[in-house]
């Protein structure tokens, strides 16, 4: 007897609310075809930063699923994002990473393009060639703060002004766009992509397996069940540091109560400015400042921790350094976590800042985070394994997280 296997939709329509996904939704050839067409194609993406194109001549590739994208900074020092596929015979012009060029050629037949993308010429194809409709695609992309989003449908979703609007004034101090990568990292997790924005949602995981990280970061769910008297004091001792600062900031003109658009939505995102444990200046492992230089513009070092989620990055901006991370999966069960700091552009190494105390407290963490995804992919592709309950207290989160991932799916016809 052959036991037909059920559809996207039958899976979409068996999750239990409360619950985490149907195996299938994390394991399935199908669904990652289709996840990468709803999330990654139609939906907004972030997939780099402006200043990892500081100067002109400075591309970016990055590929998302069969996309190659270049991003770079043109000779009027615009940023732009095109296709990496040539309008000759469609090979890639470019390998992914950085490169510096003054064009972009082909390596094929050295179809040449200006950094604008247009066509300047095409080697042996006649005088009468016509290269004006033959410049490279351009992608819808924006800027938001310094963030590089690009959404690779034709009807990018218009609410992404929803974003720009809580961000582009949150950020300014930090001069994002100007900014230096003082380091970057790739992991390759062992999970669909989703296991690693879940992970991302909830510190349930954090004292069991972020040491480090736990110096200095303090989870915003204060209405929290407390296994003990202990737990309740710091929670509620925490709760009152939090109202405190964020009063004082707010009149002080920095942004940084809640916003968030995570339901009934298109574009995904939260912005909270958290409250930063023991010295209460940066995610290091003694929780006080790695760069002596400020970000941008900032005077303060006690500003928190300007968090920023979106449905397939994580951010940490803090008044010394900032960190950044994109998740862009691979295949159903490989999901790509690219992991930036950054400082401030005058920031040198080794004299405004040591590159260790910089980095240990989140290259350490995003190696905790991929272990756990890894072992939660194992599970979920175990056959005995059978949808659980989220907490109510410290999992909120990803209840909506999957509420919004299965309402896109429907909406999108599955
Ligand atoms: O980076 C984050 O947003 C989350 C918060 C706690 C777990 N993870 C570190
Ligand atoms: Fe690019 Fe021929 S394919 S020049
Ligand atoms: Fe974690």
Redesign the pocket.
Known sequence: MQISKPSISDLLNSRKPGHSLPAGLYTRDDVFEADMEVFFKNQWINIALDCDVPEPGDTYVVDVGKTSLIVLRDDDNQIRVLHNVCRHRGTRILDPGQHMVAKLVCPYHQWTYELSGDLLHAPRMGKDFDTSCRGLKTVNFVSVGGLIYVCLGDNPPADITSLINAMEDRLAPYDIRNAKIAYQMDIIEDGNWKLTMEN????YH?AGS?PE?CVS?I?FRFDTEYENDEEREIALEQQALYNERTQEWEKAGYSSNVVAQLEHCNTNFRTQRLIIGGAGESQTPDATAASKKLMGTMTRKDLGDV?L?GHNC?N?FMGDHAVTATAIPLSSGKTLVRTKWLVNKDAVEGVDYDLDKLTSVWIA?TQQ?ADLVARSQAGVEDPSYIPGPYSDYTEKELDKFAVWYIDLMKASGY
């Open positions: 991302n949602r909830e510190c954090c972020h990280l970061f989870d968090h989620w994580w940490h963490t985070d």
